[in-house]
């Protein structure tokens, strides 16, 4: 029999999960072995009828348990290029929050983020304003905050040098600052990073940012061309992000995940990540533990 579709399952109490799967599906479930891509942590299981029914299924049944559930298509699983937002993404902190920090500013801006990432307010407005908030910080406030402040998220260098070697291209696209991305892209394994610029007068921040500003129609163009240049379709493409300025970027790939997420992005994105780290992209690309390049 073939299948359309699998069920993922990631958690640390995958074991458990496990030992109850055919609870929840009973009959209805095709009597295969599941696969382990991770002993006791990752699993899958061919799904035979209609996906989202078995879905629900699972999330009503392990929906006290810190799990990650998902279904994905079977066919182009493994993806050829990962295009990925950087803040709260690939990196655990949001760098214009904390450069707001260094100014005395961090309450008031990171209120204006927190409306952005959620979709209330229009980014590039946003982004000005609270770049304009910044006049006069020092370009020091942004090497302390490069060496203080900014880690990748566990999981970031594996995710990108797994698909790397095997042939994926990778693309960091970032509603913050070149300043940042830069570095985060070297760090992380990245091929390529965009971002926005951030202007100063040798000494400090002039509080304006280069147009167009970078935000969700930016980071979608920058997918479409990625697509163009690499002869990809978008099914070819693993796009992942947090927050309301992703949301084109994730609906537009083959695979769209929300990672630890805000509501409206999880809400739209065809997969949810919000217990495990970004190896977990790799367990729904259907990777093995021993394929994982680990650092």
Known sequence: ?????????????????????????????????????????????????????????????????AADINVVPVEGRRKKLLIADMDSTIISCECLDELADMAGLKAKVSAITERAMRGEIEFAGALRERVALLKGLSLEALERVWRERVRLNPGAQELVATMKAHGAKTLLVSGGFTFFSSRVAEAAGFDEHQSNVLFDDGKALTGEVRDPILGKEAKLAALERALQRHELQPDDVLAVGDGANDLAMIQRAG???????????????????????????????????????RS
């Not at 899958?44 to 209609?50: F, H, L, R, Y």
């Not at 739209?268 to 021993?290: F, K, M, P, V, W």
């Open 1 to 65: 029999m073939r299948f359309s579709s699998v069920l993922s399952v990631i958690s640390e109490n995958a074991g458990s999960l496990a030992a109850d799967i055919d609870q929840w599906f009973g009959p209805s479930r095709a009597q295969v072995p599941l696969t382990w891509l991770s002993d006791d942590h990752a699993f899958e299981v061919p799904i035979a009828g209609d996906p989202a029914k078995a879905l629900a299924e699972a999330h009503a049944r392990a929906s006290l348990l």
């Open 255 to 293: 695979l769209g995940v929300a990672y630890h997420a805000k509501p409206v992005v999880a809400a739209a994105a065809g997969a949810s990540i919000n217990h495990n780290d970004l190896t977990a992209l790799l367990y729904l690309q259907g990777y093995r533990e021993d394929e994982i390049v």
